[in-house]
């Protein structure tokens, strides 16, 4: 009885939405077409057969693969950091968790300013120093755009396993690390 309210909840914000993505799946439905219907498997099939899904594939998981990877070995180098006594530490801890603070939109904006290729912060330090001749547009081009928002996904989140992982070595208690040394 006390669960009644939890399980009810439950079905109307997870379950009916499921169901109705899972029946909206199976049918043909266009924006400003007239007609909805069943069509079966069609839609995985036009999705399967479409020249771009491989690509859109590899993209994703090269977005996951290196942005999990960095987060984390970024993350846990800040965390072991953290986890040390220095000077200074509760400022290192607010420019830790700055990125982190700032909303995703702002994060957003940032970025495509610093990565613009007209007037960009990352294209006047490369060519203040050699690196490249003229300004590179890297969300504009297909050998930069993944890259380029890898990075920036990569700055958004490392925080995240930085607090995540300092907090884990906090609740380590300090018999276990006397152990190991």
Known sequence: MFLTP????????LGIPLLLSINTAFQFNKLNVP???????DNFTSVLNDRFFILTLLNTVKWVFFSIVFQFTLGLTLALILNGKFRGKGLYQS????PWAVPGFLVGILWKW?????YGVINDVLMRL???GEPV???A???????SVIVANIWFGTPFFAIMLYSA???????VYEAGY
């Not at 610093?114 to 007209?118: A, E, K, T, V």
């Not at 081009?141 to 890259?147: A, G, H, I, M, N």
């Open 6 to 13: 939890s399980v009810i909840l439950t079905i109307c914000f």
């Open 35 to 41: 007609g909805v219907y069943f069509n079966g498997a």
């Open 95 to 98: 420019f830790v968790l700055l």
């Open 114 to 118: 610093l990565f613009n290729g007209q």
């Open 130 to 132: 050699g690196f490249i």
């Open 137 to 139: 547009a890297f969300l």
């Open 141 to 147: 081009q297909t050998s930069t755009s993944l890259p």
């Open 169 to 175: 070595l906090q609740s380590v208690p300090g018999d």
